[in-house]
């Protein structure tokens, strides 16, 4: 990490070097010559006409590749923020044992992993049965106000530690959401670009939207500032829609919303969230969830589980990572092709096996407690791993 921050510092240096020289140049140029740097620099509104997938698209309730809705899957895009560990496993495994989607393949999800209190052994687990496994940063911290060296601290620092402790390709490890929904405009994704990242998924919105490019202007209203202003092709953005609850308000997290707490009751207001994308533009439809919000509330999970089981029996919903709903944006197919579409699969030659009984547990100090964790790995590390001491030595 440290050779890829002083490569930054050098690329913002020639970055800033290139800047001045385009602000000096323009100066005796023409006004075409002009208009041509600023468009490098500030989003301008997207042009469907010219933003076109694969490489761009300008979100909205726009079908890609122009289907109808009924010629495409509803897709479900559901997530889970923060730790891994004891307090989620069995959870993760009722949730995802024994549910598949239409073309024969387990049911998928996104874990935005933060590190505290996360055990890589489960998150090796997790990973190994075909779910995305994505950065949420080391320490969990507000970061509106992070540099672009702070937000590498965080979210690659994080992205390291999957890799070193949990066995996740880094080739695999490709987007972020910001803790606390608090992104750091055009630094953080200057960063994410720079180290190889292609999306974020922190923006909420209330409108439905698929994933879309921050080439030009984002499709709704900024709701969480600072968001990004300059133009950032190639970086993708997958809005997180708010679901409706009982009283009339929204939420982003989907625990955050209002339920009258009985299991009819939280199946009904699941029920009505998504008959409003399945029926209507078929949109993704958001679950956006932390799992601590299910941890000794049995009427939730059976209430969100039976809703779960409810759309799947239905034969065009798909349950997908945030990866695979980019890759169908960029390359749409019809229903009939989703059932066996590379996107999709469900075999992972390359991945490591389940991280099982062979897992190395450790228990180290940190901030005057203990932390434990398990690996299959390596070896425990000396110190509990940190920003600035990935290794923990």
């Not at 495994?93 to 890589?120: M, Q, V």
Request: glycine content about 6%; charged content about 20%.
């Amino acid at each position: 990490l440290d050779s890829l921050l002083q490569e930054m510092r050098l690329w913002l240096c020639l970055g800033l070097a290139v800047a001045i020289l385009g602000v000096q140049t323009n100066a005796k140029s023409n006004n075409h010559t002009s208009s041509r740097v600023k468009r490098q620099f500030e989003s301008r509104p997207c042009d469907p006409s010219v933003c076109r997938i694969p490489d761009c698209n300008c979100g909205g309730s726009d079908i890609p590749g122009g289907y109808a809705p009924d010629e495409i899957p509803q897709f479900v895009l559901l997530t889970f923020d923060d730790a891994v560990n004891d307090l989620n496993q069995a959870f993760y495994e009722e949730l995802f044992g024994g549910r598949y989607n239409p073309n024969g393949c387990p049911i998928k999800a996104t874990f935005y992993i933060s590190h505290e209190w996360s055990d890589y052994g489960q998150i090796q687990d997790l990973y190994a049965d075909g779910h995305e496994i994505a950065s949420h940063t080391v320490t969990h911290s507000f970061g509106t106000n992070f540099n672009e060296e702070k937000w590498a601290n965080e979210v690659v620092g994080e992205a390291e530690m999957l890799v070193r402790f949990g066995g996740v390709n880094p080739a695999d490890i490709k987007g972020m959401r910001a803790p606390f929904l608090a992104i750091g405009g055009d630094k953080m994704f200057n960063m994410l670009s720079r180290y190889g990242f292609y999306y974020d998924s922190s923006m909420p919105t209330s409108t439905m939207s698929w994933p879309y490019t921050l080439e030009y202007r984002m499709p709704h209203a900024c709701s969480v500032k600072p968001c990004p202003s300059e133009s950032h092709p190639g970086m993708w953005e997958v809005p997180m829609k708010t679901l409706q609850d009982v009283r009339g308000g929204s939420c982003s997290m989907a625990d955050g919303c209002f339920y009258k707490e009985d299991a009819e009751s939280i199946q009904k207001i699941f029920t009505q969230n998504f008959l409003e994308h399945y029926t209507k533009t078929k949109a993704p439809f958001p679950l956006f969830f932390h799992a601590a919000w299910f941890f000794n509330r049995a009427h939730r999970k059976e209430g969100f589980l039976k809703f779960v089981d409810s759309i799947l029996a239905l034969p065009d919903v798909y349950f997908v990572t945030s990866q695979e709903l980019i890759a169908w944006t960029r390359f749409p197919e019809p229903l009939p092709q989703v059932h066996t579409s590379p996107i999709f699969h469900c075999n992972f030659p390359d991945r490591p096996p389940r991280c099982g009984r062979k897992r190395t547990r450790c228990q180290l100090a940190h901030k005057g407690d203990k932390r434990q964790f398990a690996t299959c790995q390596q070896q425990c590390p000396k110190r509990y791993p940190w920003v600035n001491n990935l290794n923990g030595d």
